[in-house]
């Protein structure tokens, strides 16, 4: 994830996989700046918006596999919530 590699089940949640490799925020909301994570864990509230290999995708959603790339949210890199 943005540079820097874990290991995670094949198959599990990649929020729940950032979420125990200790990435909470994964972006920051547009207007307040403040730091957005999983939520409702079900892919209706977007808060948890990554970027896997270029595309846009609730991390909830997506599940883990070898070799992805996942980008968090430019506005969060550097600033975890």
């Known amino acids: 994830?943005?540079?820097?590699?874990?290991?995670?089940?094949?198959?599990?949640?990649?929020?729940v996989?950032?979420?125990?490799?200790?990435?909470l925020g994964?972006?920051?909301s547009p207007t307040a700046q403040t730091p957005?994570?999983?939520?409702?864990?079900?892919?209706?509230?977007?808060?948890?918006?990554v970027h896997v290999d270029g595309r846009p995708v609730p991390a909830c959603l997506e599940p883990v596999r070898?070799?992805?790339q996942v980008a968090l949210?430019?506005?969060s890199q550097g600033r975890d919530g």
Do not use: H, I, K
């Open 26 to 28: 994964l972006r920051r």
């Open 66 to 68: 070898a070799g992805m």
């Open 17 to 23: 996989a950032l979420a125990l490799a200790g990435r």
């Open 36 to 49: 957005r994570g999983l939520f409702c864990l079900m892919g209706s509230c977007q808060e948890c918006l």
């Open 73 to 75: 949210d430019r506005l």
């Open 1 to 15: 994830m943005d540079g820097a590699e874990f290991e995670a089940p094949e198959g599990q949640s990649l929020g």
